[in-house]
């Protein structure tokens, strides 16, 4: 297994400007989710993609968009920048099997993109 | 989802056992509970997840009464390195659209 990746591990960005954020999901899951954690916060939830479609969306406006691609990596990305959009971006992964089991917990969480808007 | 409410933050010793309860008043009857722990600028890391009763690994055991109204994580002999935050979520982990949603969790500082 080689786990979660998200690239990059920073970013400064501008106001206004664009971004995109990318992740490895962890090899065999199907299923990505991105979040978004301000300092001293918890994570909240963006959307969720399984099997390349989008299947849920948290309170985000439509300038947060995302894609998962055919081998499950996937891509966050934002438009128009704000100062509020600060903060650390996780990527999580799961394999969707249909049973609880010993090998079907939940998410595996990347390290996070820390994104400073300026 | 259903909504979950847990101590802000609590203090312990290395050495000590740590249990953190969590309510979940609203649980839906095909709902686990789930807990994660997470380190400063790191991403969470699953801890244990049950449905009933008690479940125990490695790191941690959760304790879950029969109305499963609320649930206790237990940390047997905390070390300083258990430092972290740590999330209860309650969903239906076999739902396809089954998504995390995370309260501000519970802060652990274990002291020398």
């Known amino acids: 297994e080689t786990g979660v990746t998200q690239s990059p591990t920073h970013l400064i960005k501008t106001r206004g400007q664009q971004v995109t954020l990318r992740c490895s999901s962890q090899?065999?899951?199907?299923?990505v989710s991105w979040y978004q954690q301000a300092l001293g916060q918890g994570p909240q939830f963006i959307f969720q993609?399984?099997?390349?479609?989008?299947?849920g969306r948290g309170n985000f406006p439509p300038r947060f968009s995302g894609l998962q691609f055919p081998n499950y990596s996937s891509e966050l990305n934002v438009n128009a920048l704000e100062l509020d959009d600060s903060a650390l971006y996780l990527c999580?992964?799961?394999?969707?099997?249909?049973?609880?089991?010993?090998?079907?917990?939940?998410?595996?969480f990347g390290s996070g993109t820390r994104l400073t808007v300026v | 989802l259903a909504k979950t409410t847990q101590p802000i933050s609590m203090d312990s010793y290395e050495g000590q056992e740590v249990n953190i309860t969590c309510s979940h008043n609203?649980?839906?009857?095909?709902?686990?509970i789930t807990w994660y722990q997470q380190f400063p600028s790191q991403g969470p890391r699953f801890i244990i997840q049950?449905?009933?009763t008690k479940v125990t690994n490695e790191v941690a055991s959760l304790f879950i009464p029969a109305d499963r109204k609320s649930s206790t994580l237990s940390l047997p002999r905390v070390s300083l390195s258990d430092t972290a935050v740590y999330y209860c979520?309650?969903?239906?982990?076999?739902?396809?659209?089954?998504?995390?949603?995370f309260g501000a969790g519970t802060t652990v500082t274990v002291r020398a």
């Open positions: 999580a992964s799961r394999q969707l099997t249909g049973s609880v089991g010993e090998d079907n917990y939940g998410y595996t």
């Open positions: 993609y399984y099997r390349e479609e989008e299947n």
């Open positions: 979520l309650v969903g239906d982990p076999i739902s396809n659209d089954y998504k995390l949603s």
């Open positions: 049950g449905y009933k």
């Open positions: 609203n649980i839906a009857t095909n709902d686990y």
């Open positions: 090899s065999g899951h199907n299923t």
